[in-house]
């Protein structure tokens, strides 16, 4: 048995053709918690069936999505995607059965100055305002209640500093996996770094760098494919 959480939202787009393309040529998602293509709408294009800008609403259930690294991954993940395309604003609603329900929000910086959404109560990064708790378009919170956040959260998303030394000092060995190829770690719950569960969020930002790929396999278990040079990791928002 496990616990349903439901993750909904929407974007509204500058483009949508060009979100199209991106959604279309996004790669196959099989490492937890997933973000498909499929779970997006992609066809409100057609005038006048939208009014200025069009949207994308998207939406999934996961199986026991928790919050620290399991959603810190989401995220990683969600603004990956963002980076990638001409939007306006985003909202993301997480909601769990027994952990509470939770409101994101991104607003992206303007090309000039003053930047629309620049707010004392959201986190100004660089190409966008993020913010907790369910907000109106142009960026301000609904409610006087301070927003509830998922446990063990913090953003910006940052990786667990014990395990970022410790993947640091191993990248000699990491690199002499062979490229593109598949390397099953045996034993890997009692590895020191692919045992501990802080270690895949080193691994979604590697495979969303293209570094590497990997993933658990049935009757062989859990796989890594090094694509290229593995470097040193500082941070999630890194270009490697």
Do not use: C
């Not at 929407?10 to 959604?23: A, G, H, T």
């Not at 099989?30 to 006048?48: C, G, K, L, Q």
């Not at 913010?131 to 910006?156: A, C, N, S, V």
């Not at 090094?226 to 928002?237: A, D, F, G, H, M």
């Amino acid at each position: 048995m496990g616990h349903i959480s439901i993750v909904h939202g929407m974007i509204k787009l500058n483009d949508m053709e060009s979100f199209q393309k991106v959604i279309n040529e996004m790669k196959v998602d099989d490492n937890y918690p997933w973000i498909r293509a499929e779970m997006f709408n992609t066809h409100s294009i057609e005038r006048p069936y939208y009014y200025d800008n069009p949207i994308s609403t998207f939406g999934t259930t996961y199986k026991n999505l928790h919050g620290g690294v399991d959603w810190s991954q989401f995220i990683l993940k969600f603004e990956y995607l963002l980076d990638k395309i001409d939007f306006d604003f985003a909202r993301v609603r997480y909601e769990t059965e027994f952990l509470g329900d939770f409101d994101f929000f991104w607003g992206k910086k303007w090309e000039r100055l003053p930047d629309f959404y620049a707010r004392e109560d959201l986190i100004e990064r660089e190409k966008w305002f993020f913010g907790y708790g369910f907000r109106h378009m142009y960026g301000g919170l609904l409610t006087d209640e301070k927003p509830e956040l998922p446990i063990d959260f913090e953003y910006p998303v940052k990786f667990n500093e014990g395990l970022k030394k410790l993947f640091n000092s191993m990248i000699d060995e990491f690199n002499q996996l062979p490229l593109n190829s598949k390397e099953y770690i045996e034993n890997y719950l009692s590895h020191s770094f692919y045992g501990n569960d802080d270690s895949s969020l080193i691994l979604t930002y590697l495979k969303l760098q293209d570094v590497i790929e990997y993933g658990w396999e049935y009757k062989k278990g859990f796989f890594i494919k090094r694509l290229r040079e593995i470097k040193e990791v500082n941070s999630p928002y890194d270009s490697v």
